[in-house]
């Protein structure tokens, strides 16, 4: 009986602020710009240019353009200091539409609305996540199926030693450079490689992608050799739950490179902080298996996990010494592996 006593005061005290779909607009009453809260705290004048499926547009008046996902929510201030928090779906000359759990969908004026506050929001099913999942394009290493919107991308750090950089250039298309200077240690060249991806939304949980990873691998980590691998990939499930398998093939000559290889890679979001990342690679010698945690901070995610690998190695077995002779016998040689276990650490900075 509160709660609806609550909703029914709510209602009358922005009700005079809000109108119908079908309201004719007074072109002077139009006013473009609004004061926009980021969810990092910036506190600017802007306008909201566009909204898509997946991304809405804001231009701030110091800072240029601005990308958020269209699943982000808004704590709206309007004249009075009312405020409801809702799902921005349309923009008009004069108003904006919202999605309000309370009141479904409600037109607000432009000259009503006092503050605009950003709020990061991502769903799974009827769950919510204060922050978004800033990291849904890649694994630790292995790509996803989903693509980094125009303008937007990433830098990515590995061991402090291996440095990434990726940026969306279209709608579905993004390119990366990465390197390594580890080698350079040890007189060698560093690795660096070049990575276009090109990616496709079948239905809300489906996503595909395909892209080529073109290189040279350095002298220290690995050896010398040019790269060049075409890869597709699968992704099923939503950005804080997914899986995705990712299957490449080499296209260089170089025959110390797998020929063919595939990756199984799984996300699921924790809590609004945390989530649980695996990536694991499969190839014709040796199973490489990642497990790990995902950290959440505003636009930077710090990842920390385990690697496991099965390491081989020479024993001989029989070994013996004559000490008549003087002469040392290895025995007979016998090929072993062990598990070797290293962690990992690393974190990404978005725009």
Not at 47 to 60: A, G, M, Y
């Amino acid at each position: 009986m509160k709660y609806c006593l609550y909703i029914t005061l709510l209602y009358f005290a922005i009700s005079h602020n809000l109108m119908g779909q079908g309201v004719e607009i007074n072109e002077s009453s139009v006013i473009e710009s609004y004061l926009i809260q980021l969810d990092d705290n910036t506190l600017l004048k802007g306008e909201i240019k566009e909204i898509t499926p997946e991304s809405i547009f804001i231009r701030l008046d110091l800072l240029g353009d601005v990308i958020i996902s269209s699943k982000s929510n808004f704590i709206v201030e309007i004249d009075g200091g009312s405020t409801f928090r809702g799902e921005l779906l349309k923009v008009s000359n004069d108003s904006l539409l919202f999605n309000m759990s309370e009141f479904s969908e409600v037109w607000v004026k432009n000259l009503n609305i006092s503050k605009l506050t950003v709020i990061e929001w991502q769903e799974i099913g009827t769950e919510g996540f204060n922050i978004a999942n800033q990291n849904k394009t890649r694994y630790f290493f292995s790509p996803s199926a989903y693509h980094l919107e125009e303008g937007a991308g990433y830098y990515q750090n590995i061991g402090i030693f291996f440095s990434a950089v990726n940026v969306g250039i279209g709608d579905n298309t993004s390119i990366g450079f990465g390197t390594e200077v580890l080698s350079l240690l040890d007189d060698g060249l560093p690795t660096f490689y070049v990575t276009p991806k090109f990616s496709k939304q079948l239905d809300d949980n489906t996503h595909v992608a395909g892209g080529l990873l073109l290189g040279f691998l350095g002298g220290l980590v690995f050896d010398e050799s040019l790269i060049g691998i075409a890869y597709g990939g699968l992704t099923e499930g939503t950005e804080n739950k997914n899986i995705s398998f990712v299957l490449g093939h080499s296209i260089s000559d170089n025959k110390n490179l797998t020929t063919a290889i595939g990756t199984i890679n799984a996300y699921f979001r924790i809590n609004d902080r945390y989530g649980f990342v695996t990536e694991n690679w499969l190839t014709k010698g040796t199973p490489i298996l990642s497990y790990g945690l995902r950290k959440f901070n505003k636009r930077i995610s710090t990842d920390f996990g385990l690697i496991l690998y099965r390491e081989k190695y020479t024993r001989y077995v029989g070994e013996s010494y004559d000490f008549n002779s003087n002469t040392f016998y290895r025995g007979e040689p016998q090929e072993r592996r062990s598990a070797v276990g290293l962690p990992y650490v690393g974190w990404t900075f978005n725009w």
